[in-house]
């Protein structure tokens, strides 16, 4: 029995000693090894072309409203819901509360109807004819109105077909202009970060130190 409980004691100090990383400061260095060279623009959303090689840093720095995921093609993820009107002319998006820019802005509706707005990417023209009004009802709702029922928005909006619906923060590419948005800094997460992936406060930060990229 005594060893029994000393062999239980033993495997519970080692689950211990396993999650106390979770912690600690960031340290070390992280290398990404990709197959082309980066281009800067790839870090902005708002250019996002019409090929998958941009997602690679979508998903690695940004977020966006709903993306596909492992869980579904339109699985929530700064909206926490969304649902269309009877009439098909509606679509409204429920935001995640706590979602905060690495800046440290909260991520609200006027975030989700600038990054539409200021979307010059893949498919920017047949959204922008579809999509009539983009309506910021609350900090934490956004409504799509459409000209006409368009039952392949949400293919365009909330998957790989187009980056409209990656988000950014308003206030700080006001500040610091389109250009100074793609320039690399340091930030939590990758060096390639544009301080604007968003951290949830429902997710454990990872510990994380300064990062690297290089080609394959």
């Given at each position: 029995?005594?060893?029994?409980?000393?062999?239980?004691?033993?495997?519970?100090?080692?689950?211990?000693?396993?999650?106390?990383?979770?912690?600690?400061?960031?340290?070390?260095?992280?290398?990404?090894?990709?197959?082309?060279?980066?281009?800067?623009?790839?870090?902005?959303?708002?250019?996002?072309?019409?090929?998958?090689?941009?997602?690679?840093?979508?998903?690695?720095?940004?977020?966006?409203?709903?993306?596909?995921?492992?869980?579904?093609?339109?699985?929530?993820?700064?909206?926490?819901?969304?649902?269309?009107?009877?009439?098909?002319?509606?679509?409204?998006?429920?935001l995640?509360?706590?979602?905060?820019?690495?800046?440290?802005?909260?991520?609200?509706?006027?975030?989700?109807?600038?990054?539409?707005?200021?979307?010059?990417?893949?498919?920017?023209?047949l959204?922008?004819e579809?999509?009539?009004?983009?309506?910021?009802?609350?900090?934490?709702r956004?409504?799509?109105?459409?000209?006409?029922?368009?039952p392949?928005?949400?293919?365009?909006?909330?998957?790989?077909?187009?980056?409209?619906?990656?988000?950014?923060?308003?206030?700080y590419?006001?500040?610091?202009?389109?250009?100074?948005?793609?320039?690399p800094r340091?930030?939590?997460?990758?060096?390639?970060?544009?301080?604007s992936?968003?951290?949830w406060?429902?997710?454990?930060?990872?510990?994380?130190?300064?990062?690297?990229?290089r080609?394959?």
């Amino acid at each position: 029995m005594r060893r029994n409980v000393n062999v239980l004691l033993a495997f519970g100090l080692l689950a211990l000693a396993s999650v106390a990383p979770l912690h600690a400061a960031p340290e070390g260095t992280m290398t990404w090894g990709v197959h082309v060279s980066l281009a800067t623009r790839w870090l902005d959303p708002g250019e996002t072309e019409g090929v998958i090689i941009p997602f690679m840093l979508l998903y690695a720095l940004h977020d966006a409203l709903v993306k596909p995921m492992p869980a579904g093609l339109h699985t929530p993820s700064l909206a926490e819901s969304w649902t269309m009107s009877k009439d098909g002319l509606t679509y409204e998006f429920v935001l995640r509360k706590g979602a905060r820019f690495h800046n440290g802005d909260a991520v609200t509706g006027e975030d989700v109807k600038f990054s539409f707005d200021r979307y010059r990417g893949a498919a920017a023209t047949l959204l922008k004819e579809k999509v009539r009004e983009v309506q910021v009802v609350d900090p934490g709702r956004v409504r799509f109105h459409l000209n006409e029922p368009w039952p392949d928005f949400m293919t365009f909006y909330g998957t790989t077909a187009s980056g409209a619906g990656w988000i950014v923060p308003k206030k700080y590419v006001a500040q610091v202009g389109d250009e100074g948005f793609k320039k690399p800094r340091s930030v939590p997460g990758p060096t390639a970060s544009s301080r604007s992936s968003p951290e949830w406060s429902w997710s454990p930060r990872p510990s994380r130190g300064t990062g690297e990229r290089r080609r394959a």
